[in-house]
């Protein structure tokens, strides 16, 4: 994926592992770094006693697959120039951001617009 985006090096490229709810690992996980980026995935209000709480019933068919819930999205370009201009620039110290371009989108929108702009991806079909 990275190479397709024109990376051609991946020599200061690193991984690490480090958990959230505690303080073992951010240090070494840091070290070296001007600056940290952390994404994080949406997940559900409340911590699920077991994480099998939300994988049996996506994987069951009991989660509909495509529920009827709206979002923002933005172009993945424009949230990597965002990223950079909030670590970079002294005013955006401290501050949250929200970026979303247009109407909100739904499942099926999302669905519809990648069945549209597939080339030799495989998509499922019900």
Partial sequence: MLSGAGVTSLERLSFFSA???ADAGWAHAVEGCDYVLHV?????GQQPK????LIVPARDGAMPGLPDVY????????AANLHIHAMTHPAAK??????????????ADVAAILHRRK???RFHQR
Avoid: Y
């Fill in 94 to 107: 401290g501050e949250r951001v929200l970026a979303v371009s247009g109407p909100a989108l739904s499942m």
């Fill in 119 to 121: 080339r030799r991806s």
């Fill in 50 to 53: 077991d994480e099998n709480e």
């Fill in 19 to 21: 958990d959230l709810m």
């Fill in 71 to 78: 979002f923002g999205v933005v172009d993945v370009r424009d």
């Fill in 40 to 44: 994080a995935s949406p997940f559900p």
